[in-house]
């Protein structure tokens, strides 16, 4: 018997997971108990098969033109002074919630972002390890992602390549308590967060602009990504420690902008 209890159970394995990269907006509000991600970065729930995790709310996965990450061609990308983008987050000096939901750690801070008139309200921060996006083909080794709503449902997101070096003491203050959240679900406190060194990166460099889509499932576009050109910076022992609890969480590159979604093309391809 196909009962009720294994179709409610294989719908919450197979779900789309609240622990999205857009966790925390309107379309996957905060839980009261960190929920895990159904979603992986491996086999068949990882990225070559998240539409058919569910091919309704995936769909942009497989099918999208616009998606993310891609890599960066600096010479044909969008950059403009960052001084027209102002990035607020209020410091915290007591820290604040430090989440690890199974694909992701996560900081949950309030802030704003206003770009071309527009205010977008912070939902968290994340990251990925290793980077997402690629500047001219490299790879870095981790990226940040301020993932931001405005009142109409847009999202924004603003992104960081991380490099080897000096630990910044934003991601110091950050990282100091990793290791206390080893499993999904675990919950902590981040030492005291300054963010004013995103700003000053903002305005004293130039960004990458381009319209794309979340990196985890739903893949939803019309994503608005900010990505700063300067990186901030990681230290090799930080790294481990960072990467022993975040584990590989990258979405393979996406084709250009506009071209064949590459799992699309595959398919077809091989039903020829
Ligand atoms: C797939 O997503 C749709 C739309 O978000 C939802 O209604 C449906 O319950 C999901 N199906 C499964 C099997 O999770
Ligand atoms: C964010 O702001 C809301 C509304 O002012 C407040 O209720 C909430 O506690 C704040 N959260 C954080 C993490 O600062
Ligand atoms: C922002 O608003 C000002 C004043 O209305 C206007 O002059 C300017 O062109 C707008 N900028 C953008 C990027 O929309
Ligand atoms: C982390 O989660 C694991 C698995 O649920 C649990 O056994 C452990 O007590 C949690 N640790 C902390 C520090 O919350
Ligand atoms: C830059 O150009 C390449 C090759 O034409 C294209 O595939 C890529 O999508 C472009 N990148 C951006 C950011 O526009």
Request: charged share 15%.
């Amino acid at each position: 018997m196909f009962s009720k209890y294994l179709a409610s159970t294989i719908a919450a394995f197979l779900g789309i997971s609240n622990a999205a990269c857009n966790y925390g907006t309107s379309e996957f509000p905060r839980e009261p108990n960190v929920p895990a991600s159904k979603f992986s970065y491996t086999g068949l729930t990882g990225p070559l098969n998240w539409y058919g995790l569910n091919e309704t709310a995936n769909a942009m996965c497989d099918k999208g033109m616009n998606q993310s990450p891609i890599n960066i061609v600096t010479t044909n990308a969008t950059i403009t002074h960052g001084a027209s983008v102002s990035l607020n987050i209020p410091s915290y000096p007591g820290g604040a919630d430090f989440e690890n939901l199974g694909t992701n750690v996560e900081v949950v801070v309030n802030g704003t972002l206003i770009d071309a008139n527009k205010t977008y309200s912070l939902a968290q921060f994340h990251f990925h390890t290793t980077s997402e996006h690629r500047i001219n083909n490299e790879y870095y080794p981790m990226e940040i992602h301020f993932v931001l709503e405005a009142a109409d449902k847009t999202i924004a997101v603003v992104g960081f390549l991380i490099d080897f070096g000096p630990t910044d003491p934003l991601l110091s203050s950050v990282f100091a308590s990793v290791s206390e959240i080893p499993s999904p679900g675990n919950v902590t406190l981040t030492g005291p967060l300054d963010f004013s060194i995103l700003q000053y990166h903002l305005t004293h460099n130039t960004i990458y602009r381009y319209e794309g889509s979340l990196t985890t499932p739903p893949c939803s576009e019309k994503v608005k990504w900010i990505i700063g050109t300067k990186p901030l910076y990681i230290d090799v022992d930080t790294y481990k420690e960072v990467k022993k609890v975040v584990k590989f969480n990258a979405r393979y590159t996406q084709d250009g902008l506009g071209q064949a979604n590459l799992l699309e093309n595959a398919a077809t391809e091989l039903n020829r």
